[in-house]
């Protein structure tokens, strides 16, 4: 399951016309990416990948179309353990494997899905996984194992039933009463990951995915600098861009610089290097 029914409040503007999950990075939308790593598991089509919405709930529904099962949640999203319970219908008695949309993951040393498959390895089908990264303080709020979070989590049917479809979030609801309880494991994940949330760990992620150097859609026209940036299709560059994000469609106009930002067509979101 992903869950894309997030509001994405930190990215406003950004996010107030399009939905925190539809957000490109590298040029690609961080739903698409959740989807290919799924795929990468052998997971794909409505019987067996499911995507929840709520906020811009419509793009996110004509953007899935038929590649995943949709919930749509009426009213406000219900939250990471309320999208869940949600889809207590669909789950019908199998484990889930629930990534978080806004995740971006990149492993040198293998291709999205094989680069999470270690969460799947050998799981007993009763305990709580998380993928997780060393925290930077091992015993901070928010920690699990001296990890901080990496975006996915896999979870026992015998869990997820009990889970209403109410706003509630699996931090509280599953993850600590499993670590109370001494069924919930961490699983290093290896490799880079941004949650995406802010406007610094969004522009952190594209310029990881330009792989160091810039990443420009064959459709844009460059007639400025551009050093270390991502610009989309059909934007325009008759300026300087460096370390920013260009939307597609946006324009850079000649005699301008644009730093350490990132730019949709008609609004632009500093965002300081992390």
């Excluded at 052998?42 to 953007?63: E, I, K, M, S, T």
């Excluded at 009763?126 to 997780?132: D, E, I, N, T």
């Excluded at 920690?143 to 931090?171: C, I």
């Excluded at 610009?231 to 994000?245: H, I, K, N």
Aim: glycine share 14%; proline share 9%.
């Amino acid at each position: 399951m992903v869950l894309a029914a997030g509001e994405g409040t930190r990215l406003r503007p950004l996010t107030e016309r399009l939905p925190k999950a539809l957000c490109p990075v590298g040029n690609l939308p961080l739903l698409d990416r959740a989807l290919a790593r799924l795929a990468g598991l052998g997971l794909a089509g409505p019987d067996r990948v499911a995507v929840n919405a709520c906020y811009l709930g419509g793009q996110v529904a004509d953007h899935v179309g038929a590649r995943a099962h949709l919930s749509v949640e009426p009213g406000d999203p219900l939250g990471t353990a309320g999208g869940v319970g949600n889809l207590r219908g669909w789950i019908a008695g199998r484990g889930v494997l629930v990534g978080n949309a806004d995740a971006y993951l990149a492993d040198p040393l293998a291709p999205p899905g094989p680069d999470i498959a270690a969460l799947l390895d050998g799981w007993d089908g009763r305990s709580v996984r998380l993928l997780g990264q060393p925290a930077d303080d091992p015993a901070a709020p928010g920690t699990f194992s001296g990890h901080r979070f990496a975006g996915f989590s896999l979870l026992p049917w015998r869990l997820v039933r009990d889970l209403p479809p109410t706003f509630g979030d699996l931090v509280r609801a599953v993850w600590r009463p499993a670590e109370a309880a001494g069924a919930l494991a961490v699983v290093p994940y290896r490799g880079t990951f941004y949650d995406t949330g802010t406007p610094a760990d969004y522009l952190a992620a594209n310029l990881h995915a330009a792989g160091g150097g810039s990443l420009v859609d064959p459709t844009a026209t460059v007639t400025g600098r551009v050093e270390r940036a991502v610009v989309g299709a059909d934007a325009v560059v008759r300026g300087d861009v460096t370390r920013a994000v260009l939307w597609p469609g946006a324009t850079v106009a000649a005699g301008e610089r644009l730093t350490d930002a990132v730019r949709a067509d008609g609004v632009t979101v500093p965002a300081a290097p992390r």
